[in-house]
């Protein structure tokens, strides 16, 4: 299997998305920061805060993502519904804790990163509009995330496509306000995001409603572990009766049926954990990091939203190949045996660390050398442009890593080593924002920049380890495995032969002798 051509096929439509997504932010900033540098430096707090509390919701998204497509590449396609009831239900508990508690505490939050009133202000205005918004998008990746499972990356692709597309007109219409629109300044710029995002939601709604409800699915229930059981066998021997709900939905019949949906719900939780703990603690090392940046002032801190958003270009796709490899990986090792899983494991963990580190190499060329003009797209204010191409010049160390560690955690998180991999983000994040924080009063701003890369640096060796070793460690395992088997077989075939020499005496009247057991 030719497992590079798979991953990039799987990566390019989720870097569209992802990036489409991230769109919304520098599209934000970009019309804003005409408002000034404190609307900007609002701004990019505040999207700074949802990607935060995007990992909420990666809990299902990634939960489902994982179980769904190793579910489809054993072959149980009807494990799928559940999992995807599931996920909707951990969404119902998780959306409305965030957005009641954000929005209650919208400008205590905004006065954590800022010290300015103005920009307090406008931020407060920001998360008015972004916490009750966060409805929709929480429910956009619970979408996204079923989607995947299946292996389609286009669907959740267009959709993003189509809510930025929304977002490019409304945006300057509602903060500026030509003509009949009215000028809302900041919060036009949440008004237009969650205009887009509901719209596209609604589409997405109805396309996975028709995937789920295409052909039937053989029924299947979700055992605690995390694994998926074929329909039950009945006391005669048969298939157990499925069911059919008014919505075309199908499953097993089951004594328990609430004991079996809290057991999709715990799996999913489970799955998803590590991939959305590792998210958290990055998206909170980055808001540490903005807290520390923000000790040199508003302009430092307009100018690093700005380099932010701009890295993402390369960040996102670091992310994209996070995410084909999640997908790839438990598809591909799902319907293996152990001894052909481990092989195929070191072959797709090589392909995803050559095309990290491509383009992670790729990522600091290209914003070492444009990093002036790239800065320029967004704001006139000299002071911002000077830390802004400081910060993009001054960030290699830390980028080039972080591709190799963001793809590896795909794999690894694919591979069922996510827990590990969340003790490495813990220790790199912690190290990286101590650093920060001590190395900013000694060398200023390039102080941050090299903590960071210090950070970056720690997480990809300790990455390379757990990848490495738990493949050699495996192997290994494996081969143990394989060779205890053959000797039992080994032995098997000795006791078949003794019998057979005890019949043969039996039947030609001699005495039997006696067997010798080993």
């Not at 920009?119 to 996204?144: C, H």
């Not at 990091?289 to 890295?311: F, H, N, P, Q, W």
């Not at 000299?382 to 955690?409: D, H, K, Q």
Request: proline letters at 4%; hydrophobic letters at 50%.
């Amino acid at each position: 299997m030719n497992h590079r051509s798979r991953l990039l096929r799987l990566a390019f439509p989720s870097y569209v998305a992802l990036l489409s997504g991230v769109l919304t932010g520098i599209i934000d900033v970009a019309w804003v920061a005409r408002l000034g540098s404190s609307a900007a430096a609002a701004v990019a707090v505040a999207t700074t805060v949802e990607n935060v509390l995007h990992s909420a919701i990666l809990l299902v998204n990634g939960g489902m993502l994982v179980l769904i497509s190793a579910r489809l590449g054993a072959g149980n396609t009807g494990a799928v519904r559940i999992i995807a009831r599931a996920g909707w239900r951990i969404y119902a508990v998780i959306t409305p804790v965030v957005v009641i508690t954000g929005w209650v505490l919208r400008e205590p939050i905004a006065r954590l990163f800022l010290d300015d009133p103005v920009a307090v202000a406008a931020a407060a205005s920001f998360f008015a509009v972004l916490f009750p918004a966060l409805a929709i998008f929480y429910a956009e990746q619970v979408v996204d995330g079923i989607f995947a499972g299946h292996g389609d990356t286009r669907t959740p692709m267009r959709l993003a496509l189509i809510a930025n597309g929304i977002l490019l007109v409304l945006d300057p219409l509602l903060i500026y306000g030509p003509g009949p629109f009215p000028a809302l300044g900041v919060t036009g710029a949440a008004v237009a995001t969650a205009i887009g995002r509901g719209i596209a939601l609604c589409l997405g709604l109805l396309l996975l409603h028709r995937l789920l409800t295409r052909g039937p699915a053989r029924a299947a229930t979700v055992d605690p572990a995390g694994g998926a059981r074929a329909a039950a066998v009945g006391p005669a021997g048969g298939a157990r009766a499925t069911t059919t709900d008014p919505a075309g939905r199908t499953w097993a019949e089951s004594a328990d049926a609430a004991g079996e949906m809290r057991a999709a719900v715990r799996s999913v939780a489970v799955t998803g954990a590590p991939i959305a703990g590792d998210f958290l603690v990055r998206m909170l090392g980055a808001l540490a990091i903005v807290a520390v940046v923000g000790r040199s002032g508003v302009a430092a801190v307009a100018a690093y939203g700005i380099g932010m958003k701009i890295l993402y270009l390369a960040t996102m796709g670091f992310y994209a190949l996070r995410n084909a490899a999640t997908v790839h990986t438990p598809h591909t090792l799902a319907a293996l045996t152990p001894q052909a899983a481990a092989v195929q494991r070191r072959v797709v963990g090589r392909h995803v660390l050559v095309l990290a580190a491509t383009a992670g190499i790729v990522a600091v060329t290209v914003f070492a050398a444009a990093a002036p003009v790239l800065m320029r797209m967004f704001t006139s204010d000299p002071e911002v442009i000077r830390v802004g191409v400081s910060m993009l010049r001054g960030i290699g160390g830390y980028l080039a890593p972080l591709a190799v560690v963001v793809a590896l955690a795909g794999f690894l998180m694919g591979a069922g080593q996510g827990p590990r991999l969340f003790a490495i983000t813990v220790t790199g994040t912690v190290t990286q924002t101590v650093l920060a924080w001590w190395a900013s009063g000694e060398w200023g701003l390039s102080g941050v920049w090299a903590a960071m890369a210090a950070g970056s640096v720690l997480q990809c060796v300790l990455v390379l380890r757990l990848t490495f070793h738990t493949d050699r460690r495996s192997s290994r395992e494996d081969e143990h495995r394989g060779g205890g088997s053959r000797e039992d077989g080994h032995r098997e075939d000795e006791h078949r032969q003794d019998g057979d020499r005890e019949d043969d005496r039996r039947q030609d009247g001699r005495p039997a002798g006696r067997r010798l057991t080993v």
